[in-house]
């Protein structure tokens, strides 16, 4: 049985993983960290990670930018895998998971969901022949109104896996409104939208001459994250230390 201590458990993603982990027979959260403690739980909540002194095999993380350097110190001082799942990280805190990732197993990823996970890989491919044949790549993703960071993690991560297909040779435009140039070919131009309730929607353009393909993925609900961030957990419970990802945890 897998113990999984849930960080941010009361959250929208955290009680979403704390319906799906119910009905799993070989997982259960044995504690749950959250600012917000207000809520019963069936599990013991601490308002601070370093208060939980609870034994646990793996740590499940959907909180908050600000809350990931201590969760990093704890997770090293009790050698406990982390699955990695908040975004909106710094490039200084990107670099400690990095660091971290020498001591203690890190799984971190954007997005878990399995349609996310195979676009990062189609789209190297459609990169490779549509970018050299003159093709504009744009990206414009959704969020509901509560969603603190943007770009998304997830609109990021489809960039990074197009631009190291093409020799890491893009640059990332995120607000053209103080631009009077055109377009260079080397930019990935990225929109965030924040509007209502919306789950989650990514929609990658290859845009050319007379032709368009879009490749889209839409979250109709947070399940989706939930149920993958639970299966990387179980995964990554007892691995050694290093840096995976869910490609580590989802064979295609
Ligand atoms: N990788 C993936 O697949 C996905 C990633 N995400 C990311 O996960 C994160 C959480 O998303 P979501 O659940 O929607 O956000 P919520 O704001 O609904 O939940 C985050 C929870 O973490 C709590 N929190 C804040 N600071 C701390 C802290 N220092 N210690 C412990 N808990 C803390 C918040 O409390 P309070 O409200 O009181 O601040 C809140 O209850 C975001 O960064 C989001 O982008 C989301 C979905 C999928
Ligand atoms: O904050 C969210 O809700 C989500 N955040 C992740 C991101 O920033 O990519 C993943 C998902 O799209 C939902």
Do not use: W
């Amino acid at each position: 049985m897998v113990k999984i201590l849930m960080h941010g458990c009361n959250g929208k993603m955290g009680r979403m993983i704390t319906e799906i982990v119910k009905n799993e027979e070989d997982a259960v959260i044995a504690a749950g960290v959250d600012k917000f403690t207000g809520i019963p739980n069936d599990y013991p909540v601490f308002e601070k990670i370093t208060q939980c002194d609870v034994g646990v095999d793996v740590v499940i993380d959907f909180s908050n930018a600000g809350a990931v350097d201590e969760l990093l110190d704890y997770c090293v001082k009790k050698s406990l895998p982390v699955v990695l799942c908040t975004t909106g990280l710094s490039d200084e805190q990107l670099k400690k998971v990095d660091e971290c990732s020498e001591k203690i197993a890190v799984l971190k990823s954007a997005n878990m969901s399995m349609g996310i996970n195979l676009l990062l890989k189609l789209l190297k491919d459609a990169a490779k022949v549509l970018a050299p044949a003159g093709y504009d790549i744009e990206l414009v993703e959704k969020h509901h109104n509560q969603k603190l960071d943007a770009p998304s993690g997830t609109a990021l991560a489809l960039a990074d896996s197009i631009n190291e297909a093409m020799g890491n040779e893009y640059e990332y435009v995120y607000d053209r409104s103080q631009v009077r140039k055109k377009r260079d070919a080397k930019e990935i131009g990225i929109s965030a939208v924040r509007a209502g309730t919306i789950v989650g929607e990514h929609e990658v353009i290859f845009a050319g001459t007379d032709e368009v393909i879009e490749f889209k993925h839409t979250a109709y609900s947070r399940s989706v994250f939930a149920k993958g961030a639970v299966e990387a957990g179980k995964f990554l419970a007892g691995q050694p230390a290093g840096m995976y990802d869910m490609g580590d945890v989802i064979q295609f």
